[in-house]
């Protein structure tokens, strides 16, 4: 049976980049990995999502029910586990270092509610992904702590993942939306118990090889 490790976080907080480093780390050491990415925007799977994230079901991301777009995102997942990866996780040990999991919709969907309204959403998601569509859980999560205000700095210099271009999702393209998911992300991390790595030193962006050490650190103590 293989691990999971996943690399979550807000929008530009270098889930990407780290992700990468860590499969190369654990390349460089003769071990067994692979790195998945989600959404998969190559698969058919994810259309749904695309549609969503350019604006097709309502502009402001806020406004748009949790529970279709969570479901969205599951199907993108669950069709990679069974036509991808699923196979291999089960017969090797292996390590796949994902970009984003089922973390994702918890972080930027479950913002979306308060109070008990949020409590039953997350109970639904789990039972939804983990029970009913049977995608494994993850062995570690690491969450990449990057404030809304420096995040918005390295997103400038990014494009639009769907379309290359400069325009931006309707994530992105909403800083009261982002800084809501980034404050509900802390709010998960804390309540989940995720391994929390801090990108940001006061107002300094900490470098791409400083937040990697402190992650090599935390996945040597697992």
């Known amino acids: 049976m293989g691990k999971i490790i996943v690399i979550e976080g807000t929008d530009s907080s270098g889930k990407e980049t780290q992700s990468h480093l860590l499969l190369e780390h654990f390349l ?24 969503y994230l350019a604006g097709e079901f309502g502009l402001n991301a806020e406004k748009v029910n949790p529970y279709p777009v969570s479901t969205m995102y599951a199907i993108d997942r669950y069709a990679s586990y069974q036509k991808d990866w699923g196979y291999d996780y089960q ?3 292996s390590i796949f270092v994902a970009d984003r999991y089922v973390t994702s919709n918890m972080i930027h969907q479950a913002s979306k509610l308060e109070g008990k309204e949020k409590e039953e959403y997350l109970i639904w998601l789990e039972t939804l992904e983990y029970k009913q569509f049977e995608i494994p859980r993850p062995d570690c999560i690491i969450f990449l702590d990057m404030p809304t205000k420096q995040a918005q700095e390295l997103m400038k210099k990014r494009a639009n993942k769907i379309t290359g271009e400069e325009e931006k999702d309707i994530h992105e393209r909403n800083r ?14 804390e309540k989940y118990g995720w391994t929390r790595i801090s990108c940001v030193d006061g107002d300094r962006i900490k470098s791409i090889q400083e937040i990697q050490n402190e992650i090599l650190e935390k996945v040597r103590e697992i």
Not at 31 to 38: G, I, M, Q
């Open 176 to 189: 009261e939306y982002l800084e809501k998911s980034y404050r509900n992300a802390c709010e998960m991390a």
């Open 28 to 51: 460089s050491l003769g071990r067994k990995a692979r790195r998945l990415s989600f959404p998969n925007y190559e698969s058919p799977a994810c259309e749904p999502v695309k549609m």
């Open 91 to 93: 017969q090797e040990e």
